[in-house]
């Protein structure tokens, strides 16, 4: 079955920290026979409401192909780091699994722009 899910990182963690932490939420959906279709990391973004007086975090989408029995592991693993503040996961439906991929290969047809030194990152 597919899925998706998304969840939120403290705003406090570096770069590295959250590279780190989003690592091992899908080397742990690979070790445990889950195929991991694609990573977005969507980067810093406001949040809706304030969670632990924080009103910013670090969102990343994982879409993945998975028996549903890992769900369960998948999201205890995100109640035991603190780093995750939230999350959601749900079950693609075929149309969802359909607009997911051709969402991926629009993107993928992007041009990927490269700031140049003149231009402010």
Same mark, same amino acid.
């Given at each position: ?7 939120? %990182?403290?705003?406090? #963690? ?11 939420? $899908? @080397?742990? #959906?690979?070790? @445990?026979?889950?195929?991991? *279709? @694609?990573?977005?990391? !969507?980067? %810093? +973004?406001? %949040? ?7 009103? $910013?975090?670090?969102?990343?989408? *994982? ?6 029995? %890992?769900?369960?592991? #998948?999201?205890?693993?995100? +109640? ?5 503040? +939230? !999350? #959601? $996961?749900?079950? =693609? ?9 051709? +969402? ?7 041009? =990927?722009?490269?700031?140049?030194? @003149?231009?402010?990152?």
């Amino acid at each position: 079955m597919q899925y998706e899910t998304v969840f939120i %990182l403290t705003p406090v #963690l570096s770069d590295a920290q959250m590279k780190e932490a989003v690592e091992k939420f $899908t @080397n742990m #959906l690979a070790e @445990n026979g889950a195929t991991v *279709v @694609n990573t977005e990391e !969507w980067g %810093l +973004r406001k %949040l809706a409401y304030p969670i632990d007086k924080k009103s $910013t975090g670090f969102y990343t989408l *994982v879409e993945f192909e998975a028996d549903p029995s %890992l769900i369960r592991k #998948l999201e205890t693993a995100y +109640r035991r780091d603190e780093r995750v503040i +939230r !999350w #959601l $996961t749900f079950r =693609q439906d075929k149309y969802a699994a359909q607009y997911a991929a051709k +969402r991926r290969a629009r993107r993928a047809a992007q041009p =990927q722009v490269q700031p140049t030194e @003149n231009q402010e990152a």
